[in-house]
């Protein structure tokens, strides 16, 4: 098994974790990002959309990290993911959606190329685009967790695909200075993800092509 990845790449992060917390062994392929290795003509035959991750299985490929998560958990169903119960799943899956369509989607490298490109939008500028992206999901998540983790410290008793995804986005968010004082509960549920190896050993800083002070 194979992953073509970068670092600090929040979606390559989330396969990470997922991979780690099934149990599976895999190897990492670097694709940097910084460079635009992803753009070059070797890696658009791996990925004609030029996209990170990708998750290479007995010779076939599999772009698009929420499609990975999902292959992962139908393919390898032990330890599952998701919450068992349906109302559950559908709650953490909404809730897991929601950052990775409504603050990736906005903050992905792509997007903040684009703006700074074709808008000319100064470093200030995208340090605000970040920052609204990430409170329009943030604040209502924190409202739904401050609820859901009443008597537990993860919102659906184990840990699974929600924080997956949750985790980079934290991760991202600090990287872009974007100020997390606001939501105490998210703070919280990253801090003990990061207490759990699996997570651990998925963090940009951890990774192979993580550079070396």
């Not at 990925?47 to 390898?76: C, H, K, T, W």
């Not at 008597?151 to 184990?158: C, R, S, V, W």
Request: aromatic share 10%.
């Amino acid at each position: 098994m194979t992953l073509y990845s970068y670092y600090r790449s929040s979606t390559s992060f989330r396969v990470r974790i997922a991979l780690n917390l099934k149990g599976l062994d895999y190897r990492i392929v670097p694709v940097n990002l910084a460079t635009a290795e992803h753009r070059r003509e070797e890696f658009l035959q791996i990925n004609p959309f030029g996209g990170l991750p990708v998750l290479e299985i007995d010779g076939q490929r599999f772009p698009q990290s929420l499609a990975i998560l999902e292959m992962l958990e139908e393919r390898y169903p032990t330890p599952p993911l998701w919450p068992q119960d349906p109302d559950s799943r559908a709650q953490a899956r909404a809730l897991a959606y929601s950052i990775a369509t409504d603050i990736h989607g906005m903050n992905n490298l792509r997007t903040l190329n684009y703006l700074r490109s074709d808008w000319a939008a100064t470093p200030e500028k995208i340090s605000a685009w970040i920052a609204h992206w990430v409170a329009v999901t943030f604040e209502p998540l924190e409202a739904q967790l401050q609820a859901l983790c009443v008597d537990q410290p993860l919102p659906f008793g184990d840990v699974g695909l929600f924080e997956a995804i949750l985790v980079p986005q934290v991760y991202s968010a600090r990287r872009f200075k974007v100020d997390l004082d606001p939501y105490p509960n998210i703070q919280r549920i990253e801090a003990v993800c990061m207490g759990i190896d699996a997570i651990r050993r998925a963090a940009p800083e951890t990774q192979i092509d993580a550079p070396r002070e």
